[in-house]
């Protein structure tokens, strides 16, 4: 699976949009970029995933650009319960048994929503 | 109506004894895996079970070993317990979609483990 680049950490007001960026410029063409978010004491949860369109669901947005190689990860409307580390992960669509369910986890972003 | 459960949330044992984590899902899921995240937060799939047999081994030690008595239950057993074991491992579960992975993964909260 292609290494991803994130930012560190990040802050939000709240109320604000937050744009979380990735770096993925090694994507292939099979390859789909996810989002996770692991809030304190918790386990990772789903948050969207795409592969060249941008996409749209009810926590969040996901922009890929044309050429695949980036993309942003947008929260609408930020909560100070959306501060948690954000992962950006791309795996492939269709790949041998042995990597079925591999998610590659990188540091991810540190959001910090502020009042 | 908790999806992915894990027992216990938190398990403080001492070097060389052996010790259990349970896991269970209700989302009529067919694969479970166990992932483990160490003390710099990276986070690293171990096993995965689709059906009840054995899919991804990440070159874990033996002393580790999975068991998963029907496809919603995938239990980990650590034998002769290292300080290094001391870690946060997760249980995760798929539905198994043929030719495809696109699926999430559902995450249990975790198992704190902190060996002596």
């Known amino acids: 699976d292609a290494k991803t680049t994130q930012p560190p950490s990040m802050d939000c007001a709240e109320g604000r949009a937050a744009n979380l960026p990735c770096n993925h410029s090694?994507?292939?063409?099979?390859?789909?970029v996810y989002w996770y978010r692991q809030i304190h004491s918790q386990g990772p949860q789903y948050i969207i995933h795409g592969l060249k369109n941008n996409e749209t669901n009810e926590m969040a947005s996901l922009i890929i650009t044309e050429d695949r190689k980036s993309s942003t990860l947008i929260l609408p409307h930020a909560t100070l319960r959306d501060t948690a580390v954000y992962y950006c992960?791309?795996?492939?669509?269709?790949?041998?048994?042995?990597?079925?369910?591999?998610?590659?986890f990188g540091q991810g972003t540190i959001l910090t929503v502020h009042p | 109506d908790t999806a992915v459960s894990q027992t216990p949330k938190y398990l403080v044992t001492q070097m060389g004894n052996d010790k259990s984590i349970k896991c269970e899902q209700n989302?009529?899921?067919?694969?479970m895996y166990w992932y483990k995240q160490d003390s710099k937060k990276f986070l690293k799939i171990m096993f995965s079970?689709?059906?009840?047999?054995?899919?991804i081994n990440e070159t874990v030690p033996n002393r580790f070993s999975p068991k998963s008595p029907d496809k919603a239950h995938l239990n980990l057993h650590i034998n002769s317990l290292e300080l290094g074991d001391s870690a946060v491992y997760f249980c995760?579960?798929?539905?198994?979609?043929?030719?495809?992975?696109?699926?999430?993964?559902?995450f249990g909260n975790g198992t704190r483990l902190t060996v002596t």
């Open positions: 090694t994507i292939s063409g099979n390859e789909y």
């Open positions: 992960i791309v795996r492939a669509s269709r790949a041998g048994g042995t990597s079925y369910g591999k998610l590659t």
């Open positions: 995760a579960s798929s539905p198994h979609d043929r030719g495809s992975y696109n699926s999430p993964l559902h």
């Open positions: 079970y689709n059906n009840k047999e054995l899919i």
């Open positions: 989302l009529g899921h067919d694969t």
